[in-house]
């Protein structure tokens, strides 16, 4: 049994952080973890991923189209990761495009969020969500409030982290904003519970 999670967003976003989250819950179990984060490009605005696999893995890289979920940050930044997605992968993607229009080579509508989501429809699975709605504040809260959607959407990773088991987590290794991030971690879940339920995953 294993479970392979890609995260993917841009620098400053705190996917590095999420994934150590994950990592460390399931650690916590005796659930073997193999985790490889992209560092190279976390300044803000370059891209930025994190393959988080747990259970029965012996190799830091997610295969080809072997995503159990892919959870991004960046609507944009979801298009370099379609070739992960096979017909039982969800994707949990925040609506926000946060790459300024003049950062990029491409016209500056080439990956606006209309696009994308256009992009992405035939894949069945998808789940936009607005992390801005979720969090308290603008530019607090969103990832985990993320990674909550993805916790009480997905039904596999009960198997390998709960949110209860996040929460306490959460305690332990984050410093500051404690209350808040769990207050938000919590809604996150309820927001993916209700993703589940209306979807049918």
């Known amino acids: 049994m294993k479970y392979e999670l890609l995260m993917a967003g841009v620098g400053g976003q705190g996917i590095i952080t999420?994934?150590?989250?994950?990592?460390?819950?399931?650690?916590?179990?005796?659930?073997?973890?193999?985790?490889?984060?992209?560092k190279g490009?976390?300044?803000?605005?370059?891209?930025?991923?994190?393959?988080?696999?747990?259970?029965?893995v012996y190799s830091p890289m997610i295969p080809k189209y072997a995503a159990n979920a892919i959870l991004s940050l960046e609507i944009a930044e979801t298009l370099r990761y379609l070739d992960?997605?096979?017909?039982?992968?969800?994707?949990?993607?925040?609506?926000?495009?946060?790459?300024?229009?003049?950062?990029?080579?491409?016209?500056?509508?080439?990956?606006?969020?209309l696009k994308v989501k256009k992009i992405l429809s035939p894949y069945p699975h998808v789940f936009f969500v607005n992390a801005e709605s979720g969090s308290k504040e603008a530019e607090?809260?969103?990832?985990?409030?993320?990674?909550?959607?993805?916790?009480?959407?997905?039904?596999?990773l009960k198997?390998?982290?709960?949110?209860?088991?996040?929460?306490?987590?959460?305690?332990?290794?984050?410093?500051?904003?404690?209350?808040?991030?769990?207050?938000?971690l919590e809604r996150g879940a309820s927001l993916g519970s209700e993703l589940r339920d209306a979807d049918g995953v």
């Open 84 to 113: 992960y997605i096979n017909e039982n992968t969800i994707l949990v993607v925040d609506t926000k495009r946060m790459i300024p229009k003049d950062n990029m080579l491409e016209k500056e509508d080439t990956l606006s969020p």
């Open 41 to 56: 490009l976390a300044q803000r605005w370059g891209s930025v991923k994190a393959y988080v696999r747990l259970g029965d």
């Open 159 to 184: 198997d390998f982290v709960t949110v209860d088991e996040m929460k306490e987590t959460v305690k332990s290794m984050l410093r500051s904003h404690v209350s808040e991030n769990l207050e938000v």
């Open 18 to 38: 999420l994934s150590e989250l994950v990592a460390t819950s399931a650690l916590k179990k005796g659930i073997k973890v193999t985790a490889t984060q992209d």
């Open 140 to 156: 607090f809260g969103t990832n985990i409030f993320m990674l909550g959607v993805l916790l009480g959407l997905d039904g596999r």
